[in-house]
Structures are given as C-alpha cells and as structure tokens.
C-alpha cells in the first residue's frame, strides 16, 4: 500500500524560510511524479511545485518560482520543498502526492492518486 508522510512546516515571519519532506513507502519503479499542493480556507487547491522522479525534472507555479525549491532523494523517495522568502499569502496546508507516469500538467491536481495528510505552513507579517 502507497503511502505519503509529510513533515516539516510551521510557523515563520515574512521573509522566513521553511522547509517541508514527504517520504513514500510502497511504491516501486521510479516513473512517476510527485507534487505539493497547497489550500488555503475558502480557496481551491493548488499545485505549488512537481517534480517527475525518473528525470529529476522540477515544475514551479509561477507564483512561487524563484523562492521554492523541489528536491528529492530517489534512492530514498523522499522529496523535499524548501520554501524561502515567504509571504503572508503563502499561509496554507500543504500536501504531497504521487501519481503514475509522466504528465504535461504535473501541477494539476487531476491524476494523482496519493495524498499525504497535510502539514501546516504559517507565515506572519
């Protein structure tokens, strides 16, 4: 069985740094992407930043390009999101997930099948 832990997050003034990492257990091959979105109360999901695992390919929504970063660690599928520079507007839940096989649309959250249970990301101003 698939499964996405995240950790990390917290609570940061602006202009702070934070970091967040979601290990998956129970998924073999490396031909898949995995993501972080995030949901802020009242607003849609939206998909922050993917990276495609065979290739190391990273993808940013534009209104984080610049100051996130999306990492992992293949061997151990871990992937890792360095948040820096934050905004007040940055203030979400955050999750990670994984969907199968490659996709022109990593940030969008049609296709993904894993979730991870969310971790809180906090930014003051």
């Known amino acids: 069985q698939v499964q996405l832990v995240e950790s990390g997050g917290g609570s940061v003034q602006a202009g702070g740094s934070l970091s967040l990492a979601c290990e998956v257990s129970?998924?073999?091959?490396?031909?898949?992407?995995m993501g972080w979105f995030r949901q802020a109360p009242g607003k849609k999901r939206e998909g922050v930043a993917a990276?495609?695992?065979?290739?190391?390919?990273?993808y940013y929504a534009p209104s984080v390009e610049g100051r996130f970063t999306i990492s992992q660690d293949s061997a151990k599928l871990i992937m890792y999101l360095q948040m820096n520079s934050l905004k007040p507007e940055d203030t979400s839940m955050y999750y990670c997930?994984?969907?199968?096989?490659?996709?022109?649309?990593?940030?969008?959250?049609?296709?993904?099948?894993?979730w991870g249970q969310g971790t809180q990301v906090t930014v003051s101003s």
């Open positions: 990276v495609y695992i065979l290739r190391s390919t990273p």
């Open positions: 997930a994984a969907r199968r096989g490659f996709t022109i649309f990593p940030l969008q959250e049609k296709g993904y099948e894993y």
């Open positions: 129970g998924y073999t091959g490396r031909d898949f992407f």
